[in-house]
């Protein structure tokens, strides 16, 4: 067995050696490997959204973005190739990427469907020829399989911590490779936007902003009193990983199999009314929600859609705040840009809601920018949903903005009933009474 050297090739001393994979356009670069012919086009994928979901380099050398519609696409590039997500093959993938990681070192987390840090520090790889390697040498040699095995090419970044190490892997994408030791670390840093720091979200930027906080160095520059007195516990541990500590660990725990929660489903007749169509989306969210907990997972981003009467998609993709598994928290982030797409002169056939980006569901760290009492309300609300639900069945508790969904339901069971002698029971033949806020429990 070869000791290790702690070193970069260029000599810098790296005392923690993290890696953080990152994976190049991969939903498109997975498709890819089924349509190889398509390599060099402009290609989304997303069709069932409406949306652009990820996008070749080409597609975003042509001007389309994320979360852009079928038809803004098309305008901005008429040759674009638009093809439905698949994301149990993404999914398969990912773990294909997890496994080959996992050749090398036993220490990996599952961060996300395209994503895993690897911790390499002390990581012994045998030579034949003998010799010693650097954590460098062991990060190429992953890169190369990772390309060799999947057809894919990843972005790999190597520092002392995971935040450096994600910074690391955004620096020179596609297919690039970036060490940052520990003295280079405020060159990299005064180039980096706060904003663009992982784990700092909107508010947090606005926030920082204000207090005349613009780069990650300007961040990285202050000292504990101050982060102590204007700071919450999740920026503060980002600060102290931009200073060089490692704070973070990795969570090596392995993901289920299952990359998204979709629900989607037609109502007839067609309706033009907001409200209804809301409350379709708010049916699916809470579905997905359950469905999620249960599992105690959390979604990192959503999107949803509106199928209208003549089959056009129209959608929107939200990043949420923060893992998150309560359909409140989710509706709320959704609302807004419902509000912004729905075109009342048209009539609407469909919904559909998909959560992605899951992360295990751990206990929520309160922000010193976010209301805590109304997060406490809302956990509280949500574990005795569940208890009711284990006990009754699913569904026996909604939301309020839910009903007119679940009334249409009952219309179509009783419909059915009326056509059918022998039918399972429905829903109409459960008690119910109401409880406000929340809407009918039946």
């Known amino acids: 067995m070869v000791k290790l050297l702690a070193q970069t090739s260029g000599g810098t001393q790296v005392p923690r050696a993290i890696m953080h994979v990152d994976g190049d356009s991969f939903f498109v670069s997975c498709e890819f490997t089924r349509k190889p012919g398509l390599r060099g086009k402009p290609v989304v994928t997303g069709l069932e959204r409406g949306i652009a979901s990820a996008m070749s380099p080409e597609a975003k050398k042509a001007g389309i973005h ?71 040498d062991i990060a190429r040699r992953i890169q190369a399989d990772l390309h060799d095995s999947l057809g894919i090419t990843f972005s790999l970044g190597l520092s ?78 980002i600060y102290q990983e931009l200073r060089g500590t490692s704070v973070l660990e990795l969570s090596t725990q392995s993901h289920d199999d299952y990359a998204s929660v979709q629900r989607t489903r037609t109502f007839r007749p067609s309706s033009n009314d907001r409200e209804f169509c809301w409350s379709q989306l708010s049916q699916h969210v809470e579905d997905a929600c359950i469905y999620l907990r249960k599992d105690a997972r959390a979604a990192t981003k959503v999107s949803f859609f509106l199928k209208t009467q003549g089959f056009e998609y129209i959608g929107e993709e939200v990043l949420l705040p923060e893992a998150i598994a309560e359909p409140q928290e989710v509706l709320r982030a959704l609302r807004p840009r419902f509000d912004k797409i729905f075109i009342p002169k048209l009539q609407y056939r469909a919904t559909g809601v998909t959560l992605f980006g899951l992360r295990s569901r751990e206990k929520r760290t309160v922000s010193l920018f976010e209301d805590s009492v109304q997060l406490q309300k809302v956990s509280e609300v949500t574990r005795v949903v569940d208890v009711l639900a284990h006990k009754f069945g699913r569904g026996v508790v909604f939301l309020g903005s839910s009903l007119r969904a679940q009334q249409h339901d009952l219309q179509e069971d009783a419909r059915n009933r009326a056509g059918q002698s022998h039918i399972m029971p429905s829903r109409l033949d459960r008690k119910h009474f109401e409880l406000i806020f929340l809407g009918e429990v039946r």
């Not at 040759?79 to 990996?108: F, G, K, N």
């Not at 994600?166 to 940052?180: L, M, R």
């Not at 700092?200 to 926030?207: H, Q, V």
């Open 66 to 136: 994320r979360g852009m519609r079928l038809r803004d696409m098309r305008r901005v590039c008429p040759q674009v190739v638009i093809l439905p997500s698949d994301y149990d093959m993404y999914a398969r993938y990912a773990r294909r990427m997890y496994s080959i990681v996992r050749r090398y070192t036993d220490h990996v987390e599952e961060y996300s469907i395209d994503e895993c840090f690897a911790d390499l520090t002390g990581c012994p790889l045998s030579l034949p020829s003998g010799g010693s390697l650097s954590y460098e």
């Open 160 to 237: 002392v911590n995971k935040v450096m190490a994600k910074v690391a892997s955004k620096w020179n994408k596609p297919n690039g490779f970036t060490v940052i030791g520990r003295d280079a670390i405020p060159v990299f840093l005064k180039e980096l936007p706060v904003g663009k720091i992982w784990g700092i979200g909107s508010r947090t930027t606005l926030y920082l902003k204000k207090l005349g906080i613009t780069t990650a160095l300007d961040l990285a520059l202050k000292d504990h009193v101050w982060i102590n007195e204007y700071c919450d516990l999740p920026v503060a541990r």
